[in-house]
């Protein structure tokens, strides 16, 4: 079982500013995915991520993949209220079996 | 297009009583997924089914829970008896293939309370 890791736990910022929240792990991903879960709804799929070195954009969020493929990133630029949820990580073996972080509960305040 | 429907949403029981939850996926997806969530965690994979067939349960608590998906479309996850720990939300997801290419779809979960 591959242990994921996301700092921080918590992150409370002001609408406007920058953030970033990472995930780890001591092994290889295979892939990658980050998911966004807002109170009382099931965790929505933003990217999958596969090559290390990757680096993909969504509007105003940026998802990287390390080189070596055992560290992620996520960085929202200028969030707004709307970006409020809890921000996991997910690793996918090849028959689609998916591991999950803890999470990061991101609050973003108007 | 519709989502992956649950019911119900939320639930209180007493320990030692049963629970039974039910999700309906996404029309035509052959991949039927049972997470649970407890709070402050990620989401943890208890049951994987492909059409009717089990392809992983290696996480689920046998002794108590039980999963079944007749005619490979609505499943159903039931807990006899319910403990203290089993308080979480249920989360029931659909792909239309098995692999890491498939994406998941979540419900919104059923959230249990057990007192």
């Known amino acids: 079982t591959q242990l994921l890791e996301q700092s921080p736990q918590f992150l409370s910022i002001q609408e406007g500013e920058n953030l970033t929240v990472y995930c780890n792990s001591s092994?290889?991903?295979?892939?990658l995915q980050w998911y966004r879960q807002e109170p009382g709804e099931g965790p929505v799929l933003l990217v999958t991520?596969?090559?290390?070195?990757e680096v993909k954009k969504l509007k105003r969020l940026t998802f990287q993949f390390g080189d070596a493929r055992k560290d992620s990133s996520l960085h929202i630029t200028a969030a707004q209220p709307g970006d409020t949820g809890l921000y996991l990580c997910?690793?996918?073996?090849?028959?689609?079996?998916?591991?999950f972080g803890a999470g990061t509960q991101v609050v973003v305040t108007p | 297009e519709a989502g992956v429907a649950q019911s119900p949403r939320y639930k209180i029981i007493e320990k030692r009583q049963s629970v039974a939850f039910w999700c309906n996926p996404i029309?035509?997806?052959?991949?039927l997924y049972w997470y649970q969530q407890i709070l402050g965690q990620g989401p943890k994979l208890l049951i994987q089914?492909?059409?009717?067939?089990?392809?992983?349960d290696s996480q689920l608590p046998k002794d108590r829970f039980s999963a079944e998906r007749l005619k490979g479309v609505d499943s159903t996850l039931k807990i006899q008896p319910a403990k203290l720990e089993d308080s979480a939300v249920y989360l029931c997801?659909?792909?239309?293939?098995?692999?890491?290419?498939?994406?998941?779809?979540f419900g919104p979960g059923t959230r249990l309370l057990v007192l």
């Open positions: 997801a659909s792909s239309l293939k098995r692999g890491n290419t498939g994406t998941q779809y």
């Open positions: 092994s290889v991903f295979s892939s």
């Open positions: 991520v596969v090559t290390g070195g």
């Open positions: 997910a690793s996918a073996d090849s028959w689609g079996k998916l591991q």
């Open positions: 029309s035509g997806h052959a991949t």
């Open positions: 089914f492909q059409n009717n067939g089990v392809v992983d």
